[in-house]
């Protein structure tokens, strides 16, 4: 099976592009997501975390 994917790939105009363009892809979205974090203000993130709580609290509430 190995061989036949090879094989096929190996007949693609261009596939080591492809590679390279994902290895990119990945790069760019972890540096934006590491740069997210970092920048995120602390605020934002106390009320994100609280969230899952709150919820259930309001649902207690309504029954």
């Known amino acids: 099976m ?3 994917v090879k094989g096929y790939m190996e007949n ?3 596939v080591a592009t492809y590679p ?3 290895l990119l892809i990945f790069f760019i979205f972890f540096t934006v997501l590491f ?3 970092f920048t995120a203000s602390k605020e934002h993130v106390k009320e ?3 969230m899952p709580l709150d919820s ?3 649902q207690d ?3």
């Open 2 to 4: 190995l061989k036949f």
């Open 12 to 14: 693609i105009d261009g």
């Open 20 to 22: 390279m363009i994902s």
């Open 35 to 37: 740069w997210w974090v």
């Open 48 to 50: 994100m975390s609280e």
């Open 56 to 58: 259930d609290n309001q």
């Open 61 to 63: 509430e309504n029954l």
